[in-house]
Each structure stands twice: as structure tokens, then as C-alpha cells.
């Protein structure tokens, strides 16, 4: 079920009532009943995925009965250690396993093909026709980070099934994230819930946002960025700049739109989620820029990977290899195409680069943010010209299409494309100012400070008239696909 | 859930203004629509036109951008005798069975109607699309009942609240915009010609726009059009349907097959002769003037309308038919 289509209009209501009204008398109900809703929600893209959440919620919590077994028998420490190992291992696996066959089977086998028969040797391996169940790797490193953290005894393993299969499904954050710990959300399943007046209100508010910045600046942007990189070897260098600047935006209010519209939508029952966005544009540097972009699932590769892997405390080459490991996972993460393992290389280079320069360069300049933060976003559009390409080849030739002198030229696209662009980027100034005057708050349109009703209620007023007269719902969240 | 009674009536008034804005915003769709130009504006010239009786034109022709762009109304007046008065009722995505929605309220100096015709359509369920179903409604066009029993299934398709048509219209003002940027930005449009023109609605000056030409190709050529192509009953009944309609009132009926584009790849020959003949065949009892192979890739101005090259072979193709 889509946040942006009818169905959820009904469902939210619905939902709200009955788990403030008729299911709060019973933690455990009202579990159960997060559990029925979230499935329900998942279930309306396609049932059978319903089976794939439940078998790896049922997977993660088992590995925590077990190992909880494991330790409460005394014995040999070394043993049992090992014992807990094999078992949150065997879980990690087996997540792993899922999500790799379903999400990267057909990539390793063509890519296979493509490297034998470059040596001559044709291999006959056939691809599967698979379906990527959605959100599956949203839940599966959700379901990943209960196991690690109670192997690694930073959490307590739950005998509440309820708690921890609503942990997993929570339909809010299912498909799209913020990509939640054990550690924040499983626990606000173990105890009563109540809302107050002000949550519920920045919850609201929070969700208008969200809506505003997917149905009217991604989706309009989505027009001209489909037209631009569908046809870029016609358009002129000018248009292409258009193009990966307007993407930039539209992968912004996309992601960040759905991450708002989950996150007010938690506050509504009670469950506070992590912040995801923290207003990435106006990073200072690129460091700055993945301290703020996709929060959850960078944090997550911090906490499972990097760290584990000795962060930066091992010296210089042990960083440079830490830091070149998790951009690559990250961007293998996002999706199963050598463009996101690009992209993900060329955030590694960045940051190494930074560090690199910080650590060894006796002078390291320091700009203002006026200069800095225009200079940090050209480099972040040009990686997102990686990312949206459909092949390598084709980033390289958008890339190299984008040096000739037609750089000069007024971009023009073809017909009411234009009008798209330029629509898009009249709401993208609307959008960068708001956020620029809230950019201390937890989103654009925290309105706390806001005293005077009408300018709270013209601001309402406008976004609502932007919704319905400028909305564009022409395409499903970007972010689904991975 | 503790709130306080402020709470409360703070919670009502923000509903209520949600569903009021919304409700107004609603409201005062149709006006916009009306006030703004848009693709879709013909279709109350059309309706105007025909409702108005000092507008005596002697042929009309119908049918969708292509016909706009293919049939010189002024051309066609001048060549033919007694130089009868010739009006196109042409528009924007206007499909054969949208046509036939005007077939019964033509003013009764029509003594002959042309349809212009894409073959591809007859293999397709009869249906209207969302915008020309939401003009007919914001221009003021009511089914008689002679349409009602001859496109019970468009009647069906159009019978909506008007909360529902509004809501469709939302996109008016962002259409409104559009028009207006793209009649200031692009140098190869005729401003105007889509409200007002009755002869020859052809809205570019240019023969081609090569950038447009090759990113039209590729769209066309990404389906098979005419592929395994057959012409539904539903179809079938209701053309004959129609044209007992148009013979009891005594209009001459003639279809022109439109043309196709050589450069469009996806159709080959064979298709097109395939699915002309089951067309000729099946419709021999009136006349249909075939165009389909008449004009050369250069008499296009995109991978689908004819530019001005192509539409004057087609009125003299028409010319000489006639």
C-alpha cells in the first residue's frame, strides 16, 4: 500500500481509531494488532511476500531464544561463546542468503557470464525471473541488528514474539526505512504507549511535509529527469545539468518525503523513530553530507561494519580499506547494478580524499559556507549521475556529454517537459528556503515556534493548494527497489 | 490519549479547515479550468459551434491530432464545388468513438462527415481518455439518449459526480501554466489556433523538429502497433451503428485511413496491408478513402503528425476522393 494513494487515506484513520480506542486497554493486543495492520499493509503489494517477512522475523527471533538458552546453561566460557557465534551466525547467513538470492542472483550470474566470456570460456547459467519482494532490504538489516546486539549483549533477547514480529513489520518504516535498531524501536514495543497533543500535532505536520516534498517536488521532477536521461545524448550539456541537478531533488523528496510521511506517522501511535534526513544540501563537505543523508542505514554500517572492522583507529590504510568497504556495500545495498557500486566508489574516493588531505595537507582550506556548501553539493549531483544511470557506459557518456560548449546553452527539453523543470524548480526554491530557516529543527515544518495561527495555517494552506493543483503522482517511491 | 478540551477544538478546526480548503479548492476547479487555456479546448469549440445555429457548415471532419494537423479545411473549400463550408472538428486525443459522441446533435446543414481514422484503434476496447472525458464535462456536453443507446459503454465511463470531474481537473492550473510558458518558449508553435480555428487546426510552422522526430521514433517503435492486429465485435457494431445514424439523417459518411509514418519501423509493411484490407473489407458499405501509405517519412513532423507537406497531399488526396 502506497502512503501517497487512497487506500492509505482510509487505512490510517481506520488503523488510528482502533489502536487508540479499542486495542489500548492490552499491550499485547495492540501488538498483535500492529502485527495484523503491518502484514495487511506489506500484504497489498503481493501476498506472497508475506511469507518471506514472517519466515526472517521468525528466523532473528529464534537466534535470540537460542543464544539467551545457550548462555543461561553454565559451562565453559569459550564454548559457549562459540556456540553464540554459530548461532547469531547462522542467522546473519541465512538473512544474507535471502537477500542476496532475491536481490542479487541474477547481477552475480550475468556478471559472471560477462567475466568468463571475456576470457573466452562461455558459461550457460541461466537467470531466474525473480521478484524483489519490497523493502527486503529495509527489514533485513533491521532483523540483523537485533541479532548482532544481543550476541553482542547490548540488548536483551525478547520472549515477545508479538513485540518483536511488530518490530520487524511496524508498517510505518516497513518498505523504506529509517532502517530502526532493537535497541529504539523493539523496546517501545514492551511498554504502554501513550501520545501527546504536541507529537501528534508535529506528527501531522511532519506528514504534510513528507507528502509535499514527494508528490510535488519528486514527482514533477521525475518528468523532466525520466525525459533528460532517456534522451540525453539530444538534449545539449546545459539540459544534462538540469537533469542531475533536478534528479538530486527528486531522489531528496522522494526518499526524505517517505522517511517524514513514516516518521509522522509513528508519532501518531505513539512510536518515536530515528531522525533519517538531516538536511543533506547544506552539508559543509561530503563527511558532512553522509552524517546527514540515509542516517539510518549509514549509522548501521558505522555500528556493524566499520567499527567492527577497527574504524579509524588502526592507522591510515586500515581506514582507507574500512572506509572503501562499507561505501561499497552501501551502494551494493542500494541495488544490484555496477552503478551503484560506482556510486558507492566514488563517495569512498571523496571521503578518503578529505581525510587524506585533512591528515597530510599542511594547509587545508577552509571556506565559507556560502562557498562550501554549493561545492559539496556539485560533487554530491555529479555521484547521482552514477546512480541514476541505467549502465555504466551511459553515466560515463552523460558524464563526458556534459563537457562541450553547449554547457552555455539555455537548457530546453522537449515540449511540457520544460514546464515540469521549471515548475519543479520554482517548489525546490520554496523548499530550500523553508528548510533553510528550520534547518536547527527535526524537519521542514516544524512550526513549534510559530505563535500566529494564520501563518501556521497559510503555510497549510499553501502546501495543501501545492498538493492539489501541482501534485504529480506519476511514480511509486524510489526507494522500494531496494 | 489525554487532551485537554483546547486540544479537542484544536483538532476539529484543523479538520475542518482541511476539508474545507480542500472542499473549496474543489469548487473553484471548473472555473480555472474554463479560464485557462489548455490541450483540451477544443472541445468546447466544437460543442459551442454545433449547438449554435448560425454556423451552417456543409462537411465537418473528425478526429485526433493527426487529423488536425493532416486536413486543410480551407484547402478542401476551395477545391470542391459550389465551394460548401468545411469545419474541423478535430481535436486533441479525439478517438473515433469521442467522434461519435457529436454524431447525433450535428446541425442539420452537415451533409457529409469525415473521420479521420487510425486503424491501430479498432483493435482496442472502445474507451475515451480521462482529459477529453473531463473537457466534455467542463465545456457543458450532455449525452442525448440516441448517444446514450449507441455508446452505453461511454455513457457508463462518463457518468461521474462532479466532485469526481473536479478532482480529475485538478491538474488545470499546472495545464494552464504550461500552455502559456510553451506558447512563449517555443518558436514553433501557433499561438491560438487551438481555441479558435475551425478550417485547419495545425498548431507548428516548421516541417520538422529533428530532436522531437527522433525521440518520437523510439517511443513508436517500442510497440507494435498493428501486430497480430483484429478488429473487435464492439467496434464492428458500433460504426454500423453510427452510420445508420448519420444515413437516416441523410450525412454521407467517408473514413480516411490515416497515415503512418515510413520511419516507425515497429509496423511493417505487411501489418499495415494486413489490418487495411480486414478494414476495407469489413466496412465496404460506405465509402473509406485510403491513406495509409500516402505520405514519405519527410511529410512528417514527428514520428506521427503530419506537417504541412503531408497535409497538403492528404486534402488533395481527399480532394480527389471526394
Same mark, same amino acid.
Given at each position: ?15 488510528? $481509531? ?24 506489506? #500484504? ?10 514472517? $519466515? ?15 548462555? =543461561?546453561?553454565?559451562? *565453559? ?22 537477500? #542476496? ?27 531466474? =525471473?525473480?521478484?524483489?519482494?519490497? #523493502? ?23 520472549? *515477545? ?7 520487524? =513489520?511496524? $508498517? ?29 500535532? *508535529? ?15 519528486? *514527482? ?39 522517511? &517524514? ?50 574504524? =579509524? ?17 552501501? +551502494? ?7 552503478? $551503484? ?41 555529479? +555521484? ?16 563526458? &556529454? ?81 | ?8 477544538? %484544536? ?5 475542518? /479547515? ?20 489548455? @490541450? ?19 462537411? !465537418? ?48 446543414? !452537415? ?50 459526480? @462532479? ?7 485538478? %491538474? ?20 491560438? !489556433? ?14 520538422? %523538429? ?10 513508436? %517503435? ?60 469489413? /466496412? ?7 491513406? !495509409? ?30
Amino acid at each position: 500500500m502506497l502512503f501517497n494513494s487512497v487506500e492509505f487515506l482510509v487505512f490510517l484513520p481506520l488503523v488510528f $481509531f482502533f489502536y487508540w480506542f479499542v486495542f489500548n486497554r492490552n499491550l499485547k493486543l495492540q501488538n498483535l494488532f500492529i502485527v495484523v495492520v503491518s502484514y495487511l499493509f506489506y #500484504g497489498w503489494w503481493d501476498i506472497r511476500f508475506l511469507l518471506l517477512i514472517a $519466515f526472517t522475523s521468525l528466523c532473528s527471533w529464534l537466534s535470540g531464544i537460542w543464544i539467551e538458552k545457550i548462555r =543461561s546453561k553454565t559451562g *565453559d566460557e569459550g564454548v559457549t561463546k562459540r556456540k553464540c557465534q554459530w548461532v547469531a551466525g547462522g542467522n546473519i547467513v541465512l538473512n544474507l542468503a535471502i537477500l #542476496g538470492f532475491f536481490k542479487y542472483y541474477n547481477f552475480f550470474v550475468d556478471s559472471f557470464v560477462y567475466v568468463f566470456s571475456s576470457i573466452g570460456i562461455t558459461l550457460h547459467v541461466s537467470t531466474l =525471473s525473480i521478484i524483489l519482494p519490497v #523493502g527486503i532490504s529495509f527489514y533485513t538489516f533491521q532483523a540483523l541488528s537485533y541479532t548482532i546486539d544481543v550476541y553482542k549483549r547490548k540488548l536483551e533477547p525478547t520472549q *515477545d514474539i508479538i513485540a518483536f514480529f511488530a518490530f520487524v =513489520s511496524f $508498517f510505518p518504516q516497513l518498505v523504506a526505512g529509517p532502517i530502526e535498531r532493537a535497541t529504539n524501536l523493539l523496546t517501545q514495543f514492551y511498554k504502554p504507549r501513550s501520545v501527546e497533543y504536541n507529537e501528534m500535532v *508535529d506528527g501531522v505536520r511532519q506528514m504534510l511535509w513528507g507528502f509535499f516534498k514527494k508528490i510535488v517536488i519528486a *514527482d514533477n521532477c521525475a518528468v523532466a529527469v525520466n525525459d533528460i536521461f532517456g534522451n540525453y545524448e539530444n538534449y545539449p550539456a546545459s539540459a544534462l545539468v538540469m537533469g542531475a541537478v533536478l534528479f538530486a531533488f527528486q531522489i531528496y523528496g522522494d526518499f526524505s518525503g517517505y522517511s &517524514d510521511i513514516a516518521i509522522g506517522t509513528a508519532k501518531l501511535f505513539g512510536i518515536c523513530l530515528m531522525q533519517n534526513f538531516r538536511y543533506p544540501y547544506f552539508s559543509l563537505n561530503v563527511i558532512d553530507f553522509w552524517r546527514r543523508w540515509h542516517i539510518s542505514l549509514n549509522t548501521w554500517f558505522v555500528d556493524y561494519v566499520y567499527i567492527p572492522l577497527g574504524g =579509524s583507529r588502526k592507522g591510515t590504510v586500515v581506514y582507507v580499506r574500512n572506509i572503501f568497504i562499507v561505501f561499497l556495500l552501501s +551502494g551494493l545495498w542500494h541495488g544490484a547494478n555496477w552503478t $551503484f557500486v560506482m556510486w558507492g566508489l566514488y563517495h569512498g574516493i571523496l571521503m578518503v580524499s578529505l581525510f587524506l588531505m585533512k591528515k597530510y595537507c599542511s594547509y587545508y582550506p577552509s571556506f565559507h559556507s556560502s562557498v562550501s556548501i554549493p561545492v559539496t553539493f556539485v560533487f554530491v549531483v555529479l +555521484g547521482w549521475i552514477f546512480f541514476r544511470a541505467e549502465t555504466l557506459p551511459m553515466a560515463v557518456d552523460y558524464l563526458s &556529454d556534459l563537457c562541450s560548449v553547449s554547457l552555455f546553452s539555455i537548457p530546453k527539453i522537449s515540449g511540457i517537459n520544460n514546464v515540469y523543470a521549471l515548475v519543479s524548480m520554482f517548489f525546490i526554491v520554496f523548499m530550500l528556503l523553508v528548510e533553510w530557516l528550520n534547518r536547527d529543527k527535526l524537519f521542514g515544518l516544524d512550526l513549534k515556534n510559530v505563535k500566529k495561527t494564520y501563518i501556521r495555517y497559510g503555510l497549510y494552506g499553501m502546501i495543501l493548494f501545492s498538493i492539489y493543483f501541482f501534485g504529480n503522482n506519476s511514480s511509486d517511491f524510489i526507494y522500494f527497489q531496494f | 490519549m489525554n487532551l485537554t478540551r483546547i486540544h479537542k477544538r %484544536n483538532i476539529v478546526v484543523f479538520i475542518l /479547515f482541511i476539508c474545507v480548503f480542500l472542499g473549496a479548492l474543489n469548487g473553484i476547479t471548473p472555473f480555472i479550468y474554463r479560464a485557462l487555456p489548455n @490541450d483540451y479546448v477544443r472541445t468546447r469549440l466544437i460543442w459551442n459551434t454545433i449547438r449554435d445555429s448560425s454556423f451552417t457548415p456543409e462537411i !465537418v471532419v473528425f478526429g485526433n491530432s493527426r487529423g488536425m494537423s493532416s486536413v486543410n479545411g480551407h484547402k478542401l473549400q476551395d477545391g470542391l464545388d459550389g465551394n460548401p463550408l468545411v469545419f474541423s472538428f478535430t481535436s486533441t486525443s479525439q478517438d473515433l468513438s469521442e467522434s461519435m459522441l457529436y454524431y447525433t446533435s450535428l446541425p442539420s446543414s !452537415v451533409k457529409c462527415v469525415i473521420q479521420c481514422v487510425d486503424i491501430d484503434q479498432l483493435s482496442t476496447p472502445i474507451d475515451i481518455h480521462t482529459p477529453n472525458r473531463v473537457a466534455l464535462h467542463m465545456y457543458g456536453y450532455e449525452m442525448d439518449e440516441q448517444t446514450k443507446e449507441l455508446l452505453p459503454s461511454l455513457y457508463t465511463k462518463m457518468d461521474y459526480s @462532479d466532485i469526481i470531474y473536479n478532482y480529475e481537473a485538478r %491538474n488545470s492550473l499546472f495545464m494552464g501554466m504550461a500552455t502559456v510558458i510553451r506558447n512563449l518558449l517555443d518558436d514553433d508553435v501557433v499561438v491560438g !489556433v487551438i481555441e479558435t480555428e475551425l478550417y485547419y487546426p495545425s498548431t507548428v510552422t516548421s516541417d520538422r %523538429n529533428e530532436v522531437l522526430y527522433q525521440h518520437d521514433l523510439e517511443e513508436q %517503435n517500442k510497440e507494435k502497433k498493428l501486430a497480430s492486429f483484429q478488429i473487435r465485435q464492439e467496434w464492428k457494431t458500433l460504426v454500423s451503428n453510427a452510420y445508420q445514424i448519420l444515413k437516416s439523417k441523410g450525412i454521407q459518411y467517408y473514413w480516411v485511413l490515416m497515415p503512418y509514418n515510413p520511419d516507425v519501423k515497429s509496423m511493417t509493411d505487411a501489418d499495415k496491408q494486413y489490418a487495411k484490407q480486414l478494414v476495407l473489407k469489413e /466496412f465496404s458499405y460506405f465509402p473509406i478513402i485510403d491513406c !495509409v501509405d500516402l505520405l514519405d517519412a519527410s511529410d512528417f513532423y514527428d514520428a506521427i503528425h503530419p506537417n504541412r507537406k503531408g497535409a497538403e497531399k492528404l486534402t488533395e488526396c481527399l480532394l480527389q476522393q471526394l
